[in-house]
């Protein structure tokens, strides 16, 4: 397990020194296509599991295991933020391979940040802590919890606890639910909840750098037909997305009319609500990003 070498003094085209963002899980989906807008704004320290073999400058690579505590506070040691994407995720997901990333890593990150004096803190969330609410009717941004599977449940998990260390430590926090962050939109449900990873880094900046955070709740979604989410307090904070869904259709879209019942199509969270909640046994999952 690599901690990262010492951070380098760089600086902006002002002058000042470059905050420094520790973005876990950076070998996946979403950490993947943050990172060109991320740069342009921060140096990075970009950590996984899995080894990243294409630093670019200002780039700086730490691997190892974040259910490490040891490791996670080394690796936090001297950044000014942190992006939590790291997860591992998939419909049939069970708790047992879940404990270590999805919670424990949270809860050694948390701790880290606070025994580090690190101020502030973007946890990457996910809608389906809304899954198992139907569509119609849905109350978007004022919704009550309703974690669909073993996944959502997770990510309300790392939400509470980073609300608990916002609250208690005074690190600034801001808890993004990501709709869907595919490179196109696949389905009628994604077209109501789908992000850009420009707009998602714009997001990300307000959690790095707004003045007015402290322990707030915002979704990750671009301009969107008949969304599901208003996103009141990411505009109340400065966001504006610039990308729209309906420009990003896939050639393959499939239509509310077409989706198959299996695949939850009149759940927020899809085909995540569409199963039987599975615990604890089972296969492991594949993929350690953000879905």
Request: proline content about 7%; aromatic content about 8%.
């Amino acid at each position: 397990m690599t901690p990262p070498e010492p951070n380098a003094l760089r600086r902006d085209r002002a002058g000042d020194r470059r905050r420094v963002l520790l973005v876990t899980g950076a070998a996946g989906k979403v950490g993947r296509a943050l990172r060109p807008y991320l740069r342009e704004r921060y140096d990075l320290v970009l950590h996984d599991r899995v080894a990243i073999d294409d630093p670019h400058d200002g780039e700086r690579i730490a691997t190892g295991d974040l259910a490490d505590a040891a490791h996670v506070r080394a690796v936090v040691r001297g950044v000014d933020a942190v992006l939590h994407l790291a997860v591992v995720h998939g419909v049939e997901l069970r708790f047992d391979p879940s404990i270590d990333a999805n919670f424990r890593a949270t809860m050694h990150l948390l701790d880290a940040v606070r025994t580090e004096g690190v101020p502030r803190f973007v946890y990457a969330s996910s809608h389906h802590v809304h899954g198992l609410h139907p569509r119609d009717g849905f109350a978007g941004d004022d919704a009550s919890y309703a974690p669909d599977a073993v996944y959502g449940l997770g990510k309300a998990y790392g939400e509470l606890a980073a609300t608990a260390y916002a609250r208690r430590y005074g690190i600034r926090t801001l808890i993004v639910r990501i709709g869907n962050a595919d490179p196109t939109v696949g389905d009628d449900r994604a077209l109501r909840l789908w992000t850009s990873a420009r707009d998602l880094a714009q997001l990300v900046a307000i959690g790095v750098e707004n003045p007015d955070v402290a322990c707030d709740v915002v979704y990750g979604v671009s301009a969107c037909p008949d969304p599901l989410y208003r996103n009141r307090r990411a505009h109340l904070l400065g966001y504006r997305p610039t990308d729209r869904a309906e420009d990003h259709l896939d050639p393959e879209f499939v239509a509310y009319e077409a989706m198959p019942q299996r695949l939850g199509r009149e759940y927020v969270g899809g085909r995540y609500a569409a199963i039987d909640l599975p615990f604890p046994i089972g296969a492991p999952p594949e993929h350690e990003e953000e879905a």
